[in-house]
């Protein structure tokens, strides 16, 4: 093997992992901040118009896509 390809696989690892930390990092921030986790009953509906504005100003953890719901996903 020559020590370019090393290298560069070393470099594409790197990267993902890099992109994989990110990826967590946004999704554990999205969960502690979702007002939902601060609710003694988070799957109950929203009381008033503002409420529910608040809690989906961003997707939730368990929300699936927009693609998967079209395949068949149900929302929790």
Known sequence: ?????????????ARDAAADAAYAHR???TRRLALD??????DALP???????????????REPSA?????GACVR
């Open 27 to 29: 999704r554990v921030m």
């Open 37 to 42: 986790s601060y609710s003694p009953h988070p």
């Open 67 to 71: 693609s998967r719901r079209r395949a």
């Open 1 to 13: 093997m020559n020590f370019t390809r090393i290298l560069r696989r070393l470099w594409l690892r």
């Open 47 to 61: 009381g008033t118009y503002q409420e529910f504005l608040a809690r989906t100003s961003h997707p939730l953890w």
